[in-house]
């Protein structure tokens, strides 16, 4: 018996009876995606399952006219609306270019009905710091279609982070904790998830406004009921043991350890105090904590995130105390919730596989006696997986996930085998395992490997890629009447080139070096998490993207199709990325090699061209709002209710994308390719370099002495809230910017 079908007793229905029709909140999805046919689909929950086991749909088309959608959940029924809107009517809805579902004018017949049975019984969706890196300034509006996203791609099992620092509020406050004290805790709104993990605590450049805090809150009440409304089941945060330092003031017998130092920041900021979870009020608090938060949503979940070793050290390795933190933990969380399931990434295992040896990783997993009272995310399952080294984590249920990207860094990048076939051999090999999903620190772009897992999870062999891909592009660009070839043509060369690394020393969205601080060494060739090496041939890119512009003139609807011009900006981006690369090693070599007396002017030469690269690709990137600087930070602007907390917000904004920390502690880490960053941030840094090269011997060169000054400059950039206007400048679309663009740089792009 597959371990699923235990759960499935163990786990109670999670969604809260509500009094409208089980199927109101899915017929609200058709009506704010395809108004037109709101009427023309027909819904219906047979054999009702609850969370936990395998969902099934068929849809049909009788001759009612009607679309008939069955499924045994909401979730079911979600993902075969899906199938059909994509396999059949050819129209999808999309992170960044929004809904294209009302793009069907007549709903297709169906020959024969569709039917689908889900492989896995949990779609997992986000990473902790998601929330941070790519939803910290969201709307409503946002979070709706994010929503409807998930739903139909069958998601079911969704990280629901937003607004607990209302929570954490409350339960601080109602154990005599000031407002000063707790706010010395909790870390600003673009840096909350690295709180949430206590990797870090208090805020710099200023203080969480609590007015922010109420306004997250109310946020959530909406995204949790739409969750719900839609069949997921949020994960809902649990207490984890971080707590202000102010707590021995109001405990004074508290048992406390200090959490270990993150990432070389100042102490103010890390080393995070954490409460004993066999002191008998970390219990307390976290009943209190369960307690509000069901309060504020309903009992709609019996799932809750917990992280306490995420990139910290435990204070001890001694497997009684591991086993002795995890089994107070549990105890306290079935205190607080007797159905409780304690869900944890995996990522600590990963990070930090020196500490984490197998017996230590069995004594945590083992305080949890119930193996499924727990839920283990494996979090970078398709380049750094543990589930083998751990037996399975020791038998506690597991869910398969695609990491995929860090810290929303941008880079064209998939690895179409590994997503199609290794989940299915995990499958065939691990018993306790349970889910598929995604776990992005940033939903950056590259959205058909985030689809095609998602697909996977419906499909009991390795997906058919080819197929996969040129079904994918029929849907993309509808509304634009007929495919040119030439778009079917550029996405299988992505496919086999871009979309297939298999070299897992590099094994994520690759980082252009044009985005990090300017060095004669170190930029190229960079492996692991941020690699900056190419693992295919940039001639492919360049060939595809070749091929995908020459569609547009074939057919010119293309021009107005927002996805063509989605996808038309990043490749070009990506192009002109990789173009730089030859243009910094010129640079280097002419400083390099070049008499005293050429120096300066063959390295002033060559700094030219390559800053003007960089001005081509501002102008590309500005032809439209997803690639704006502008865009991210009047989001961060518009999310505070209050005028006088915009500028602090602006501040958070520009300083995750940059210094990342108050005096750059993982500088460049979340860099994007933005218009107005390009132009504003990373060509003054490179200009810097230039003048440094042409005005320094080779001799006297000194890394350390550029960096310092240029610091300087970068934190006066953080508070520079007059820059982001500057890319306010008028927007040329990308049809008009790119013929200039290849004119100038024709010979670099080699064609
Ligand atoms: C929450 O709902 C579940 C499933 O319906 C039920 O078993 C549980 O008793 C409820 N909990 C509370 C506190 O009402
Ligand atoms: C519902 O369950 C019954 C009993 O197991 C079965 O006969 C029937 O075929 C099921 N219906 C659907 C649509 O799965
Ligand atoms: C934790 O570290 C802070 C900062 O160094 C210090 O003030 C505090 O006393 C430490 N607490 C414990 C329990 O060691
Ligand atoms: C673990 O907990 C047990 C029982 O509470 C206790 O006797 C033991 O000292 C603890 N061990 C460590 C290392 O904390
Ligand atoms: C299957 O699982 C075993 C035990 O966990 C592991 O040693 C082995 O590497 C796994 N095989 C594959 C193909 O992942
Ligand atoms: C991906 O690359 C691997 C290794 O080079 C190769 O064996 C495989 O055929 C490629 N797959 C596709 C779909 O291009
Ligand atoms: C898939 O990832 C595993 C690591 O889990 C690696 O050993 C394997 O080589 C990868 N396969 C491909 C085709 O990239
Ligand atoms: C994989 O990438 C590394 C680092 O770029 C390189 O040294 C190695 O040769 C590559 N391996 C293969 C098989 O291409
Ligand atoms: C490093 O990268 C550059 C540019 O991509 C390439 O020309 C060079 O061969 C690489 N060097 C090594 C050692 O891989
Ligand atoms: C340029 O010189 C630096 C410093 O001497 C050296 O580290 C680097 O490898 C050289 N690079 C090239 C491309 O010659
Ligand atoms: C930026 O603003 C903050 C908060 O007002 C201030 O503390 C800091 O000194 C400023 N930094 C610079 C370089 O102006
Ligand atoms: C602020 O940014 C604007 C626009 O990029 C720039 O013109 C100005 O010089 C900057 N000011 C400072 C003090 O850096």
Redesign the pocket.
Known sequence: MRLYSILSCAIALGVAAASSPPTAGIEALVQRRLPQHAGAFEFRIVNATAIGEIDSYTVSTPRNGKVQVEGNSLSALATGLHRYLVDVAHVDIYWYIGNRLDLVSKLPHLSAPLTSSSIVPYRYHFNTVTTSYTSAFWTWEDWELQLDWMALRGINLPLAWIGVEKIFTEIFQEIGLTDNEILDFLSGPAFLAWNHFGNIQGSWGGSLPFSWIDSQFELQKKIVRRMVELGMTPILPAFPGFVPRAISRVFPDVSIVNGSTWEAFPTAYTDDTFMDPLDPRFTQLQKSFIAKQTAAYGNVTKFYTLDQFNENNPFSGDTDYLRNVSRGNWQALKAADTNAIWVMQGWLFTSNSAFWTNSRIEAYLGGVSVDEDMLILDLASESQPQWQRTNSYYGKPWVWCEIHGYGGNMGLYGQIMNITENPIAALHNSTSLVGFGLSMEGQEGNEIVYDLLLDQAWTETPIDTEAYFHDWVTARYAGSNSIPDEIYTAWDTLRTTVYNNTNLTSNAVPKSILELIPS??GLLNRTGHHPTTINYNPDDMVRAWDLFYAAGFRNPALWFNPAYDFDLVDMSRQVLANAFIPIY?DL??A??TSSSAQRASSVRTIGAKLISLLYSLDAVLQSNPHFRLSTWLSAARSSSPTKTAQDFLEYEARNQITLWGPTGQISDYASKSWAGLVSSYYIPRWQKFVEYLATTE?AE?NQQTFQKGLLEWELQWQNNTSAGKADEKTVTSIQNVLPGVIKQWEEVFSF
Do not use: F, L
Request: glycine content about 0%.
């Open positions: 004669t060494t090693q280097i070599t400083y390099n080779p060169y």
